[in-house]
Protein backbone atom coordinates (compact mmCIF):
# COMPACT_ATOMS: atom_id res chain seq x y z
CA UNK A 1 0.00 0.00 0.00
CA UNK A 2 2.37 2.86 -1.66
CA UNK A 3 1.83 5.85 -3.02
CA UNK A 4 4.13 7.23 -5.30
CA UNK A 5 6.90 10.36 -5.15
CA UNK A 6 5.44 13.80 -5.10
CA UNK A 7 3.77 15.03 -9.01
CA UNK A 8 6.32 17.76 -8.48
CA UNK A 9 8.93 15.30 -9.03
CA UNK A 10 9.62 13.82 -12.32
CA UNK A 11 9.32 9.85 -11.80
CA UNK A 12 12.12 8.10 -13.20
CA UNK A 13 11.95 3.94 -14.19
CA UNK A 14 14.83 2.28 -13.71
CA UNK A 15 15.03 -0.63 -16.42
CA UNK A 16 16.33 -3.91 -16.27
CA UNK A 17 16.46 -6.55 -18.91
CA UNK A 18 17.23 -10.18 -18.56
CA UNK A 19 18.15 -12.41 -21.03
CA UNK A 20 15.19 -14.19 -21.67
CA UNK A 21 13.43 -11.21 -22.78
CA UNK A 22 12.15 -10.20 -19.77
CA UNK A 23 12.16 -6.64 -17.70
CA UNK A 24 11.98 -5.08 -14.58
CA UNK A 25 10.95 -1.61 -13.08
CA UNK A 26 12.08 0.59 -10.35
CA UNK A 27 10.17 3.66 -9.20
CA UNK A 28 10.77 5.81 -6.02
CA UNK A 29 7.63 5.47 -3.10
CA UNK A 30 6.40 7.73 -1.08
CA UNK A 31 3.73 7.41 1.87
CA UNK A 32 1.31 4.90 1.76
CA UNK A 33 -2.10 5.00 0.21
CA UNK A 34 -3.06 2.11 -1.83
CA UNK A 35 -2.27 0.06 -4.19
CA UNK A 36 0.22 0.93 -7.25
CA UNK A 37 0.43 -0.06 -10.60
CA UNK A 38 3.02 0.73 -13.87
CA UNK A 39 0.91 0.54 -16.98
CA UNK A 40 2.03 0.10 -20.26
CA UNK A 41 -0.20 1.38 -23.28
CA UNK A 42 -0.28 0.25 -26.73
CA UNK A 43 0.40 3.84 -28.56
CA UNK A 44 -2.55 4.65 -30.80
CA UNK A 45 -4.78 1.79 -29.33
CA UNK A 46 -6.89 0.98 -26.46
CA UNK A 47 -5.01 -2.05 -25.03
CA UNK A 48 -3.39 -2.27 -21.82
CA UNK A 49 -1.12 -4.62 -19.57
CA UNK A 50 -0.69 -3.77 -15.92
CA UNK A 51 1.85 -4.70 -13.57
CA UNK A 52 1.73 -4.43 -9.49
CA UNK A 53 4.43 -2.49 -7.94
CA UNK A 54 5.74 -4.00 -4.89
CA UNK A 55 7.84 -2.92 -2.45
CA UNK A 56 11.27 -3.93 -3.26
CA UNK A 57 13.39 -1.81 -0.41
CA UNK A 58 14.99 1.53 0.02
CA UNK A 59 12.06 3.32 -0.82
CA UNK A 60 11.52 1.85 -3.80
CA UNK A 61 8.64 -0.14 -6.21
CA UNK A 62 9.20 -2.79 -8.62
CA UNK A 63 7.01 -3.90 -10.95
CA UNK A 64 8.40 -7.40 -13.13
CA UNK A 65 7.35 -8.13 -16.62
CA UNK A 66 8.21 -11.72 -17.42
CA UNK A 67 9.29 -12.85 -20.79
CA UNK A 68 6.07 -15.97 -20.85
CA UNK A 69 3.56 -12.28 -20.60
CA UNK A 70 2.45 -11.61 -23.67
CA UNK A 71 3.32 -8.06 -25.48
CA UNK A 72 2.14 -7.64 -28.79
CA UNK A 73 4.10 -5.76 -30.98
CA UNK A 74 4.43 -2.27 -30.68
CA UNK A 75 5.41 0.76 -29.05
CA UNK A 76 4.11 1.08 -25.13
CA UNK A 77 4.04 4.09 -23.35
CA UNK A 78 4.88 3.51 -19.58
CA UNK A 79 2.79 5.35 -16.68
CA UNK A 80 2.39 4.34 -12.81
CA UNK A 81 -1.02 4.75 -11.19
CA UNK A 82 -1.46 4.51 -7.17
CA UNK A 83 -5.21 3.31 -6.84
CA UNK A 84 -8.08 4.71 -8.62
CA UNK A 85 -5.55 7.86 -9.43
CA UNK A 86 -4.44 9.62 -12.41
CA UNK A 87 -1.51 8.05 -14.14
CA UNK A 88 1.76 9.74 -14.25
CA UNK A 89 3.42 9.09 -17.34
CA UNK A 90 7.24 7.61 -16.45
CA UNK A 91 10.53 9.20 -17.70
CA UNK A 92 13.97 7.00 -17.69
CA UNK A 93 16.33 6.15 -15.14
CA UNK A 94 18.90 4.27 -15.13
CA UNK A 95 18.72 1.28 -17.86
CA UNK A 96 20.51 -1.60 -18.18
CA UNK A 97 20.28 -3.76 -21.34
CA UNK A 98 23.75 -5.37 -21.07
CA UNK A 99 21.98 -9.23 -21.13
CA UNK A 100 20.74 -7.81 -24.83
CA UNK A 101 23.35 -7.82 -26.52
CA UNK A 102 24.19 -11.10 -26.90
CA UNK A 103 21.01 -12.59 -26.61
CA UNK A 104 20.09 -15.95 -28.02
CA UNK A 105 16.50 -17.36 -27.67
CA UNK A 106 15.82 -20.59 -26.95
CA UNK A 107 14.66 -22.93 -29.68
CA UNK A 108 11.11 -24.35 -27.54
CA UNK A 109 9.02 -21.54 -28.17
CA UNK A 110 8.93 -21.49 -31.75
CA UNK A 111 8.93 -17.80 -31.52
CA UNK A 112 11.49 -14.59 -30.65
CA UNK A 113 9.31 -12.14 -28.48
CA UNK A 114 12.13 -8.87 -27.64
CA UNK A 115 11.33 -5.79 -25.39
CA UNK A 116 13.82 -3.39 -25.42
CA UNK A 117 13.15 0.42 -23.51
CA UNK A 118 13.54 3.26 -24.89
CA UNK A 119 13.10 7.10 -24.53
CA UNK A 120 11.14 9.11 -26.64
CA UNK A 121 11.92 12.56 -28.40
CA UNK A 122 10.14 13.94 -25.74
CA UNK A 123 12.39 12.23 -22.83
CA UNK A 124 9.22 10.07 -21.78
CA UNK A 125 9.97 6.15 -21.13
CA UNK A 126 8.48 3.75 -23.26
CA UNK A 127 8.81 0.00 -24.70
CA UNK A 128 9.48 -1.47 -27.86
CA UNK A 129 7.97 -5.00 -28.50
CA UNK A 130 8.64 -7.15 -31.40
CA UNK A 131 6.91 -10.72 -31.20
CA UNK A 132 7.88 -12.95 -34.41
CA UNK A 133 7.08 -16.41 -35.56
CA UNK A 134 8.87 -17.28 -37.29
CA UNK A 135 11.48 -14.87 -37.36
CA UNK A 136 14.59 -14.11 -39.82
CA UNK A 137 17.41 -12.45 -38.03
CA UNK A 138 19.69 -10.26 -39.60
CA UNK A 139 23.61 -10.86 -38.94
CA UNK A 140 26.63 -9.28 -41.03
CA UNK A 141 25.62 -7.31 -44.06
CA UNK A 142 28.28 -6.58 -46.85
CA UNK A 143 28.88 -4.48 -49.95
CA UNK A 144 30.89 -5.22 -52.94
CA UNK A 145 30.95 -4.30 -56.53
CA UNK A 146 27.15 -3.22 -56.32
CA UNK A 147 26.01 -6.20 -54.62
CA UNK A 148 24.74 -6.84 -51.07
CA UNK A 149 25.66 -9.77 -49.34
CA UNK A 150 23.28 -10.58 -46.61
CA UNK A 151 23.68 -13.16 -43.59
CA UNK A 152 21.59 -14.11 -40.77
CA UNK A 153 19.67 -16.86 -38.82
CA UNK A 154 16.02 -18.05 -39.15
CA UNK A 155 14.11 -18.81 -35.68
CA UNK A 156 10.63 -20.70 -35.05
CA UNK A 157 10.91 -22.44 -38.16
CA UNK A 158 13.90 -25.01 -40.04
CA UNK A 159 15.29 -24.04 -43.88
CA UNK A 160 14.29 -26.40 -46.14
CA UNK A 161 15.36 -27.60 -49.32
CA UNK A 162 13.02 -24.65 -51.47
CA UNK A 163 14.41 -22.03 -49.54
CA UNK A 164 14.39 -17.99 -51.27
CA UNK A 165 14.78 -14.74 -50.82
CA UNK A 166 12.23 -12.54 -52.24
CA UNK A 167 12.98 -8.62 -52.99
CA UNK A 168 9.37 -6.46 -53.27
CA UNK A 169 9.18 -3.19 -54.04
CA UNK A 170 7.44 -1.31 -51.41
CA UNK A 171 5.07 1.29 -53.68
CA UNK A 172 5.80 0.18 -57.42
CA UNK A 173 3.86 -2.81 -58.61
CA UNK A 174 6.23 -4.56 -60.35
CA UNK A 175 7.19 -8.55 -60.23
CA UNK A 176 8.74 -10.14 -56.84
CA UNK A 177 12.30 -10.64 -57.19
CA UNK A 178 13.71 -14.39 -55.89
CA UNK A 179 17.23 -14.70 -55.10
CA UNK A 180 18.56 -18.22 -54.04
CA UNK A 181 19.44 -18.56 -50.08
CA UNK A 182 22.29 -20.87 -49.19
CA UNK A 183 21.47 -22.88 -45.78
CA UNK A 184 23.52 -23.95 -42.86
CA UNK A 185 20.83 -25.51 -40.69
CA UNK A 186 19.29 -22.35 -39.19
CA UNK A 187 21.85 -20.07 -40.97
CA UNK A 188 21.12 -17.97 -44.49
CA UNK A 189 22.57 -16.63 -46.90
CA UNK A 190 21.92 -14.46 -49.75
CA UNK A 191 22.94 -11.71 -52.47
CA UNK A 192 20.91 -8.85 -53.68
CA UNK A 193 21.91 -7.34 -56.83
CA UNK A 194 21.79 -3.77 -57.11
CA UNK A 195 21.47 -3.54 -61.06
CA UNK A 196 18.23 -5.49 -60.92
CA UNK A 197 16.32 -3.22 -58.80
CA UNK A 198 14.62 0.14 -60.39
CA UNK A 199 14.03 3.65 -58.10
CA UNK A 200 12.13 3.14 -55.20
CA UNK A 201 12.11 1.38 -51.48
CA UNK A 202 12.99 -2.78 -51.52
CA UNK A 203 11.88 -4.63 -48.60
CA UNK A 204 13.68 -7.94 -48.16
CA UNK A 205 12.00 -11.20 -47.35
CA UNK A 206 12.86 -14.97 -46.36
CA UNK A 207 10.69 -18.12 -47.70
CA UNK A 208 12.09 -20.85 -45.66
CA UNK A 209 10.65 -23.41 -47.05
CA UNK A 210 9.47 -21.70 -50.39
CA UNK A 211 6.27 -20.58 -51.83
CA UNK A 212 4.24 -23.24 -49.38
CA UNK A 213 5.51 -21.91 -46.32
CA UNK A 214 5.72 -18.41 -44.21
CA UNK A 215 6.58 -15.23 -45.61
CA UNK A 216 9.12 -13.65 -43.10
CA UNK A 217 10.25 -10.50 -42.60
CA UNK A 218 14.04 -9.82 -42.25
CA UNK A 219 14.66 -7.75 -39.66
CA UNK A 220 17.78 -7.27 -36.87
CA UNK A 221 15.71 -7.17 -33.45
CA UNK A 222 18.34 -9.29 -31.07
CA UNK A 223 20.06 -6.65 -29.74
CA UNK A 224 20.08 -3.46 -27.01
CA UNK A 225 18.96 -1.15 -29.61
CA UNK A 226 15.65 0.05 -30.03
CA UNK A 227 16.32 2.17 -33.58
CA UNK A 228 18.85 0.99 -35.58
CA UNK A 229 18.33 3.20 -38.44
CA UNK A 230 20.17 5.79 -36.76
CA UNK A 231 22.69 3.70 -35.62
CA UNK A 232 23.45 0.99 -38.09
CA UNK A 233 24.55 3.08 -41.72
CA UNK A 234 25.50 1.45 -44.49
CA UNK A 235 27.79 3.29 -47.25
CA UNK A 236 25.32 3.62 -50.82
CA UNK A 237 27.19 2.44 -53.98
CA UNK A 238 26.40 3.62 -57.54
CA UNK A 239 25.43 1.32 -60.37
CA UNK A 240 24.28 1.15 -63.76
CA UNK A 241 20.42 -0.62 -64.34
CA UNK A 242 17.89 -0.76 -67.08
CA UNK A 243 16.49 2.19 -65.93
CA UNK A 244 19.43 4.55 -65.52
CA UNK A 245 22.59 5.22 -62.74
CA UNK A 246 21.20 4.80 -59.13
CA UNK A 247 22.44 4.87 -56.09
CA UNK A 248 21.71 2.14 -53.88
CA UNK A 249 22.11 0.88 -50.00
CA UNK A 250 20.62 -0.80 -47.55
CA UNK A 251 18.89 0.27 -44.18
CA UNK A 252 16.85 -0.20 -41.10
CA UNK A 253 13.54 0.89 -41.34
CA UNK A 254 11.08 2.42 -38.09
CA UNK A 255 10.71 -1.03 -37.31
CA UNK A 256 13.75 -2.48 -37.21
CA UNK A 257 13.34 -4.50 -40.64
CA UNK A 258 15.74 -4.66 -43.26
CA UNK A 259 14.94 -3.09 -46.90
CA UNK A 260 16.97 -1.23 -49.69
CA UNK A 261 16.74 2.48 -50.88
CA UNK A 262 17.47 2.81 -54.83
CA UNK A 263 17.31 6.24 -55.97
CA UNK A 264 17.86 7.43 -59.51
CA UNK A 265 21.05 9.66 -59.85
CA UNK A 266 20.27 13.40 -61.05
CA UNK A 267 20.81 13.52 -64.63
CA UNK A 268 24.41 15.93 -65.81
CA UNK A 269 23.87 19.68 -66.19
Excluded at 114 to 140: C, D, F, K, M, N
Excluded at 237 to 260: C, I, K, Q, W
Aim: contains cysteine; glycine residues 8%.
Amino acid sequence: MTTLAPQSTPLRADCIADSAGGLTFDVPAFGESGPALLVLRLRDAHEEVCLPLTPAGDGRLRAALPSSVALPEGRWDAYARVAAGEPRRLVPGVTDLRSLAARIPGASRGHVAVRIPYATRQGRLSVRSWLRAPHAEVGELHVRQGVLSVRGRVYGTGLGPHAHAEIRARHVPVPVLRTEVLADRAEFRFKVVYAALGPGVWDLWLRPAGEAGPEVRLARLLDDVADKKPVFTYPRVRVDTPYGPVEAGPYYTRDNDLSVSVTACASPQ
